[in-house]
């Protein structure tokens, strides 16, 4: 295993430029702020949220008589909800998350791991476990799992697509998937049927090279997946591009049916486009998915 030296400094720089990210979403402005994550609504804990009208089924017990003896009616104290969330991440480790399309972009790999890590940081600064899915890291909380996870993040698969791995997900909590999903998707319902079995929702993300996006070949050309088990060699690559995009354009609405079956959210990034945006959609879909 070769692990980056800067995975961890570059995830823990991208994290630090969230919050005004963060200011900038009105709807989560009011009830998300870094460092309760997840965390800041009505529930257990200590520490006062707001008053809120009382409702019909308030017990006596709950009201509090003096806020309410400033006015008609009856208010309720609320705390704020003090419950750690588990979050377990799948970063595919495969050969073909290794590809690049140009040399001043990324690697899948690369940018996959980069937006895993800083979300991890995220979460782990706002009291969350994370922990990997799989089993091999536990959900925990504290600033040492961010280099444990940073570790773990750097190992690869000599096997061409990946299969997201489901052991030890958490009950009622929250899943991020993060590969190209150019494999069987059949590990991936497999993946979503297990979560769904334990009550855990979650997001998929989708991270692709402009490349195969836009299918930038012609004339001939030799394809070769990156774990070298798979070849063709065409004179006229330009004729495949239609039924390439078609194979694409079904593959991207079958992961939506897939995700939307099962109550998750997905969405696509680019490693040609800053990794900003990606990393707030997913802080923002985690929110989503409690």
């Known amino acids: 295993m070769t692990a980056s030296p800067d995975l961890r400094a570059r995830g823990e720089t991208l994290g630090a430029t969230l919050p005004p990210l963060l200011a900038a979403a009105d709807h989560l402005a009011q009830?998300?702020?870094?460092?309760?994550?997840?965390?800041?609504?009505?529930?257990?804990?200590?520490?006062?949220?707001?008053?809120?009208?009382?409702?019909?089924?308030?017990?006596?017990?709950?009201?509090?008589?003096?806020?309410?003896a400033r006015s008609d009616a009856h208010f309720v104290r609320e705390r704020e909800w003090q419950a750690a969330q588990s979050v377990a991440l799948w970063v595919d480790p495969a050969a073909s998350m290794r590809f690049s399309g140009a040399k001043d972009r990324p690697t899948k790999a690369d940018r996959a791991r980069l937006l895993a890590l800083a979300l991890a940081v995220l979460l782990l600064r706002g009291g969350e476990r994370v922990g990997l899915a799989g089993g091999d890291i536990a959900p925990r909380s504290g600033r040492a799992q961010a280099e444990r996870l940073a570790l773990a993040l750097a190992e690869d698969s000599a096997e061409d697509y990946g299969r997201p791995e489901v052991g030890g997900l958490p009950h009622h909590g929250r899943v991020v998937l993060i590969s190209d999903f150019l494999g069987d998707l059949a590990g991936v319902e497999a993946a979503l049927e297990a979560a769904t079995a334990r009550a855990a929702r979650g997001v998929l993300l989708q991270v692709l090279d402009p490349a195969e996006e836009e299918f930038p070949f012609d004339g001939r050309t030799i394809f070769e997946s990156m774990g070298g088990t798979l070849r063709h060699e065409t004179r006229r690559a330009g004729d495949l591009r239609d039924r390439y995009l078609a194979r694409l354009a079904e593959r991207k609405a079958r992961l939506a049916e897939l995700a939307a079956a099962s109550g998750w959210h997905v969405t696509t990034h680019h490693t040609g486009t800053a990794p900003q945006p990606a990393l707030l959609?997913?802080?923002?879909?985690?929110?989503?998915?409690?």
């Open 31 to 68: 009830a998300v702020v870094l460092g309760d994550h997840g965390r800041r609504r009505a529930g257990l804990g200590d520490e006062f949220w707001q008053y809120r009208p009382a409702h019909a089924g308030d017990g006596a017990r709950g009201i509090d008589w003096r806020r309410s």
């Open 281 to 290: 959609w997913l802080y923002r879909a985690l929110e989503a998915a409690l």
